[in-house]
């Protein structure tokens, strides 16, 4: 690490330290800490083109194209000339940005205050379709819907939820032609029904060369107790997809980095009307995918999966604690032990039943049997995927049942399943095998209906023979 980045470093963590985590929230701004910079602008291949312009969005006080320059002067990256253009809200932030990418001579540094999305979105904006390389870490901050942030990136065709998403696709569309664009951010546009608008663009318009994946979810920005699981991309423009180079490191050291090459069917399956972008962590496929016995939908199963229709916080005026002669239970994944229901819970700091009546009649199911799984769980766990086992007989004579929305419910037309086929299914997920492939496309701490429909399942009769 050059004395530059060291002395940046510094300011980093100073600036962080004297931050509050409501300005950080409010910005949605982790500053990118020196040795992960260093990483990121190593990931860039030597250069086709004589002259470079390097985009930086989100800079913070410069950190990533400090890294990137570095190795520019060490005549790594020869280049003829080198543009940087970037960009920066925060005015104190700004005042470092400048300094420091200005220490570097044969550089012509741009700087930028404002609102990126804004100057990208207008028809003024100078540098269309001109950046031949890119290094971001964007803004982690969620994107109203009716915002002029989603207005603006409408009209370009960008549909997204998140700033983060909305700057690497605003980097993609205002690049040349086999532009270079190095990332980090969230893992979380890998899944989910939110991302797959960006997912299309950015499959459509990029190949992905390279993905590393950090196994701890709090150690990319530990100064700043970041809990999100990051990803680095790097990424081609225009490029022919071909094989994907992965990497994992427990942490920002990389000291035990791991290199492997997957084929690009690993990371997104022809077959997945989603595209859901895996990031394989161990050699070759995963048990799930090498058997062929395990190849069913869901609807080849007869079954479906639902989010729990209860939202407790909207129907708080019939919650009850304890049960009463017009309630029926209302169930939380505290209410479930591996195959046991544990209901009424004592004690428990959630209500128990709800009330039965026209108003509530339209959110419940029918009593019986059912395969639930929490949506909610920590990347450290030892399972991911924790499925269990709804039994009729802990209710009585109920005659309908609430799941509160914290649960995926499988199902059959909101009617219960056969036992067997129930007990089968938890058994199922509750595999390692099936672990470690969910783990494969879900970087987050949520495990939503969507994601259980896009994994694949043995066929209903060997379900129902592990039942």
């Not at 540094?109 to 971001?136: K, M, R, W, Y």
């Not at 209302?330 to 209410?335: C, D, E, F, S, T």
């Not at 929490?374 to 799941?403: C, Q, T, W």
């Amino acid at each position: 690490m050059t004395p530059h980045l060291e002395k940046i470093d510094r300011v980093r963590q100073h600036v962080s330290k004297t931050t509050s985590q409501k300005r950080k929230g409010e910005l949605g701004q982790f500053m990118t800490p020196a040795r992960i910079a260093q990483f990121m602008a190593s990931l860039f291949p030597a250069p086709v083109t004589a002259e470079c312009r390097l985009l930086d969005a989100g800079a913070g006080i410069g950190a990533l194209s400090c890294a990137f320059l570095d190795r520019y002067a060490k005549g790594e990256l020869p280049f003829n000339t080198v543009d940087v253009f970037a960009y920066e809200v925060d005015g104190t932030l700004r005042e470092h940005l400048a300094e420091h990418l200005n220490a570097y001579r044969g550089v012509q540094a741009h700087v930028f205050g404002g609102d990126f999305i804004e100057q990208a979105g207008s028809p003024l904006f100078n540098h269309v379709e001109d950046f031949t390389h890119a290094i971001l870490n964007p803004p982690y901050k969620k994107i109203n819907t009716d915002s002029m942030h989603r207005r603006i990136l409408s009209s370009l065709g960008i549909e997204t939820v998140n700033l983060y998403s909305a700057f690497v696709a605003l980097a993609v569309a205002h690049a040349r032609e086999g532009a270079q664009i190095v990332a980090i951010t969230p893992r979380s546009f890998c899944n989910g029904p939110y991302y797959r608008p960006f997912r299309t663009y950015l499959l459509g318009k990029t190949a992905i060369r390279h993905i590393h994946l950090f196994k701890s979810r709090n150690k990319a920005f530990s100064d700043d107790d970041v809990l999100q699981e990051n990803v680095i991309l790097r990424l081609e423009c225009g490029g022919k997809q071909g094989k994907v180079t992965i990497t994992t490191s427990s942490d920002d050291t990389f000291s035990d980095m791991v290199v492997r090459e997957h084929s690009f069917t690993d990371i997104v399956r022809k077959d997945d009307p989603e595209q859901f972008i895996r990031v394989p962590t161990t050699a070759g496929k995963s048990e799930i995918e090498q058997n062929k016995e395990i190849s069913s939908t869901l609807d080849d199963v007869g079954i479906q999966v639902s989010t729990g229709p209860v939202v407790d916080f909207r129907l708080r005026h019939y919650l009850v604690s304890d049960p009463e002669n017009d309630t029926v239970p209302l169930l939380y994944a505290g209410h479930f032990a591996s195959f046991k229901t544990d209901w009424p819970k004592p004690g428990f700091k959630k209500p128990n039943a709800i009330r039965l009546n026209d108003a509530t009649r339209k959110w419940l199911y029918p009593n019986g049997v059912y395969c639930v799984v929490r949506r909610f769980s920590s990347k450290e766990e030892k399972r991911r995927i924790v499925a269990s086992v709804v039994d009729p007989s802990a209710f009585g004579d109920a005659s309908m049942l609430g799941f509160e929305n914290h649960l995926n419910v499988f199902h059959k037309n909101k009617q219960g399943l056969p036992r067997r086929l129930a007990e089968g299914l938890a058994l199922y997920l509750n595999t390692a095998a099936v672990d470690e492939a969910f783990r494969r496309f879900n970087g987050h701490t949520q495990v939503n209906a969507t994601d259980l429909r896009a994994m694949k399942y043995p066929s209903r009769d060997i379900l129902m023979q592990l039942g």
